[in-house]
């Protein structure tokens, strides 16, 4: 049927900031809905909280609404604007639950909004554990044995009739909060109490444990005829028991049989129809015994899912923008495929190569955590990679984690003790796939392999491969003895140069020119959602090592931006958003954009958000042949982040223009040594300083410029292994520490400022000209990370003797640095002075919040300075009324016996945004008091 015109106007409801279990998957999905819905003239408001998004930016839709995620922001907008109907399917379980809240209190009845894309009795019924099972097993199908429990007797009583192992799984959480599974009654108390405490209605279903099973998950599209299409098939690579979030995942399916797929499809669209009167998406989870193939149905989301914006990615299907459309009416047949523009959008896509999804964990950030994996989410981001094959994605995956890892292993850092490496393997953890590989080097056998892990023997076949594939490259001592069958074998399966040169014990250059002249080079294939059987008209490529090459090179001018890579913590979606707002600049400036990056989250790896996107690592050796294939004007570094910064010195190098600021201006920025020098030379005051090679320097520099020290590493972001220390122990296992994870890193040594304010300045140079993006002032004081301090936009307690000290020094920097783009300085202000911390020749993690409480293009104004353009032909205006505080966003509930305190290394995961009128504003006096006990206690 047609869209239904009674809608003119739909209010979005966005996921507020990033944390554990609820990432930048959903910024995507919003942003690919309100473009769908602006397509067919509807007016699209938003509302979200989170400034570092490009769903909260004025292209994205009509009206932008940064306020709180709550019921009274909601009336407000209602008050505000003729709201017909509200889509709350895009935002998550945070907006969901608004939603809810919002249908409980009468406020869509009240204003006439119509809800779309959800039924609010599906979303109950999905989301209450024990009406969920009647349902499920009403239909037919089956479910693990599971009671309900609402209190601690109950619980008891439950685990008693079902025994042990168990699973406790809080209902109306996300992300697996509170749950875990109980091998033994002694831990069951414990992980009760966790389990009730973590459900908003104190209400757990206690499930019979299925360890060992093969988890899947299918996205699934649904219209208002009850036409539904299955999108993609993912398969977890780790067994039950580990949260598919936090899982390894494969698309297509490789092991499941014919039969039991045909059996998976059939449950999931019953089940899908069976939940109630809605269009959209919808994801369900399912375990299998591998031994009988018996099914049972863990779950289901009668919404977009995290799992939603990987498989649009995987395929190339856009789920968020189709679904968008099925909300307001239309249905599939009506709808035409995005990538191919001429077939129906009610098909199934066709995979004529495998992805691969690694997860990205930070527990490094979490001193105290426990790395083991389980019901709970616990990785901060994802990566995904395509290839032909299973191996050559999975290489590329760990090419992809930004861990310093050039493949799965053969790379330094194998481990050879067979003890550890089979307690790694039963106790799960964020790098058990490595020690897989190790214990099949060692000569672990297979089914041991398979016993400890539960890991389908399929995959663990398919890694023996790869071990079998060095002991034969063992055979040979330089690159130029290698037959050319082989060495192309080697690529296909995803070797990298740097492991095969590490297994020679080789230069990797050497490896590379020889491949080179053997004429083994990548080629490009696209993303077309039908394995080729139609013409595809979306410019979505992979490499892989074949014949033909699809990606055919334009006779335009062309600019290459490098993304950001997986999200963590110090490094997360704001990068994002500057690479998206660089991409489109370039655009208006006439080039064509190209995007490199491999975070299947993103609004960058959007399909046709730049001219080309190349779905691949951020890693030397892709983005050089992509280069060397394409022939750009040059590489834009300044916007993903230090990802994409730490590359630039291999640009310059290889002789690629870098567009902007500069490589040694660059390098001069980041070494924090030549930077506290350079600060010498122009009479600018800084913190006394050292830079150390080793131990007996560090201590010595620390006594010279005294006590309490800032102990920091060079080419860092997020103040990684930054630490205050206060005497010679301390200073000692710190430096250690740096020294044993970064070995060919310098350590610099800086007297710490105790009770000194800080602040920070974005601002845009062009060669001759700064302007001044913003000025904020963090609440918390010096020592604690940028990205984990509360901060006012403009600052409400510095002097204008200390406002002009910071513009004077920043203009000094910018224009001595020879920037051209973006610069992020930070000071600390003591005793009325002055003193420059360190500064950033590239956007911050602060330039979207800048931009968006001044509701100013620093971004596209930035980009297009990189090209050559002088601030002069700007006319920047600013708008906020009053002051924007940013509020850091922690996931501390993921990690109960973490360290908590902060410091001069980056905790936090995400942030908001908050708009006040004066300094009296409650929100505001509540971060002072805060600051107050902190700076007391």
Request: hydrophobic share 40%; charged share 25%.
């Amino acid at each position: 049927m047609p869209k239904d015109h009674s809608i003119k106007s739909v209010l979005i409801i966005g996921s507020g900031p990033i944390i554990i279990g609820q990432a930048c998957e959903f910024d995507y999905s919003g942003t690919q809905a309100s473009r769908s819905l602006r397509e067919e003239g509807i007016e699209v408001s938003l509302i979200n909280s989170n400034p570092a998004t490009i769903m909260t930016d004025p292209l994205t839709a009509d009206h932008i609404y940064l306020l709180p995620l709550d019921v009274p922001s909601l009336i407000k907008i209602l008050e505000e604007r003729q709201i017909d109907a509200v889509l709350p399917t895009m935002g998550g379980q945070t907006a969901l639950n608004l939603a809810i809240e919002a249908g409980k209190q009468g406020v869509w009845d009240k204003y006439n909004v119509k809800m779309i894309g959800v039924d609010l009795e599906a979303i109950d019924l999905a989301e209450n554990r024990e009406r969920f099972k009647e349902h499920v097993i009403s239909l037919g199908l089956s479910h693990a044995p599971s009671q309900i429990a609402n209190s601690f007797l109950e619980g008891k009583e439950a685990a008693q009739a079902i025994g042990f192992p168990l699973v406790i799984r809080p209902s109306f959480t996300l992300g697996g909060t509170g749950g875990g599974f109980v091998m033994v009654e002694e831990d069951f108390d414990a992980a009760l109490r966790r389990g009730l405490d973590a459900s908003p209605t104190h209400e757990v279903m206690i499930d019979k444990a299925v360890l060992g099973w093969k988890e899947y998950e299918l996205e699934l599209l649904r219209d208002a005829n009850d036409n539904v299409t299955i999108i993609c098939t993912v398969e977890n690579l780790d067994p039950m028991g580990i949260h598919t979030g936090d899982s390894i995942t494969v698309a297509p399916a490789m092991t499941l049989s014919d039969t039991a797929f045909q059996q998976m499809r059939n449950e999931a669209i019953k089940l899908m129809r069976s939940m109630g009167e809605f269009a959209g998406g919808c994801n369900v989870q399912f375990a299998m015994n591998p031994e009988t193939e018996e099914l049972i149905c863990i779950e289901i989301n009668p919404r977009v899912s995290r799992s939603s914006a990987l498989a649009s990615k995987a395929t190339g299907y856009p789920i968020a923008k189709i679904a968008a459309k099925l909300a307001i009416g239309y249905t599939l047949d009506e709808l035409k495929n995005q990538i191919t523009k001429n077939t129906s959008a009610f098909f199934e896509p066709t995979l004529d190569y495998v992805i691969v999804k690694m997860p990205r964990w930070n527990f490094e950030k979490f001193y105290g955590s426990d790395n083991t994996l389980g019901l709970q989410m616990k990785s901060v981001g994802e990566v995904m990679a395509i290839g032909r094959t299973f191996l050559e994605a999975l290489q590329k995956a760990c090419q992809s984690q930004e861990n310093n890892r050039a493949g799965l292993g053969a790379d330094k850092k194998e481990w050879i003790r067979t003890e550890d490496i089979l307690e790694r393997l039963e106790k799960v953890s964020d790098d058990r796939i490595y020690r897989l590989k190790d214990a099949l080097r060692l000569g672990v056998p297979t089914k041991t392999v398979h016993k400890l892990t539960r890991i389908d023997p399929w995959y663990i076949t398919q890694i023996k491969q790869l071990v079998e594939l060095e002991k034969e490259l063992l055979k040979y001592n330089v690159a130029e003895d290698l037959p050319v069958e082989f060495f192309r074998r080697l690529k296909v399966c995803g070797y990298s140069d740097a492991q095969i040169a590490w297994l020679l014990r080789i230069n990797e250059e050497e490896v590379t020119k020889q491949r080179y002249k053997l004429g083994i080079r990548r080629t490009y294939k696209m993303v077309d959602t039908c394995a080729a059987e139609f013409e595809a008209k979306t410019p979505y490529f992979y490499s892989t090592f074949d014949q033909e090459n699809e990606s055919i090179v334009s006779d335009k001018k062309k600019i290459i931006v490098l993304g950001s890579g997986p999200n963590r913590i110090g490094q997360g979606i704001e990068f994002d958003y500057c690479c998206v707002h660089g991409v489109m600049a370039i655009k208006e400036a006439g080039y064509e954009a190209i995007m490199i990056n491999c975070n299947p989250e993103t609004v960058s790896t959007d399909f046709d958000i730049a001219d080309k996107l190349y779905f691949e690592p951020i890693f030397w050796e892709h983005i050089k042949e992509i280069i060397d294939l394409e022939q750009p004007e040059g590489v834009v570094v300044q916007l993903g982040g230090q990802t994409a910064l730490k590359l630039a010195e291999k640009l310059h190098q290889h002789g690629i223009k870098i567009i902007g600021t500069d490589f040694d201006s660059m390098d001069l920025a980041e070494d924090r040594g030549r930077f506290s020098d350079r600060l010498k030379e122009l009479s600018i005051p800084y913190p006394d300083y050292g830079v150390a090679d080793d131990v007996d320097q560090a201590i010595d520099i620390a006594n010279k410029v005294s006590y309490p020290v800032l102990v920091r590493p060079s080419y860092v972001l997020g103040g990684q292994r930054m630490r205050i220390v206060i005497n010679d122990d301390e200073l000692q296992r710190q430096v250690l520490s740096i020294f044993k994870h970064m070995p060919d890193n310098k350590v610099l040594i800086d007297q710490f400022l105790e009770r000194a304010k800080e602040a920070e300045i974005d601002a845009i140079c062009d060669g001759e000209d700064v302007h001044i993006m913003g000025i904020m002032e963090h609440i918390e004081p010096a020592g604690i990370h940028s990205g984990d301090s509360s901060a006012v936009l403009p600052t409400y307690s510095l002097s204008d003797d200390v406002l002009d000290q910071m513009a004077k020094y920043t203009k000094q920097l910018a224009l001595d640095l020879k920037i051209k783009g973006l610069i992020n300085i930070q000071f600390a202000i003591k005793d009325e002075k002055v003193y420059v911390i360190e500064a950033n020749p590239r956007a911050s993690r602060t330039t979207p919040f800048i931009a968006k409480a001044y509701q100013a293009p620093f971004l596209n104004i930035a980009t297009k300075v990189m090209l050559g353009a002088k601030l002069k032909d700007f006319d920047i205006v600013k708008n906020l009324n009053g002051y924007a505080i940013k509020i850091p966003i922690f996931s501390f509930n993921k990690f109960p016996n973490v360290d908590k305190q902060l410091g001069p290394e980056m905790k936090s995961t995400g942030e908001a945004i908050h708009f006040i009128e004066d300094l009296k504003d409650p929100v505001f006096l509540e971060i002072e008091r805060q600051r107050y006990m902190y700076l007391t206690r």
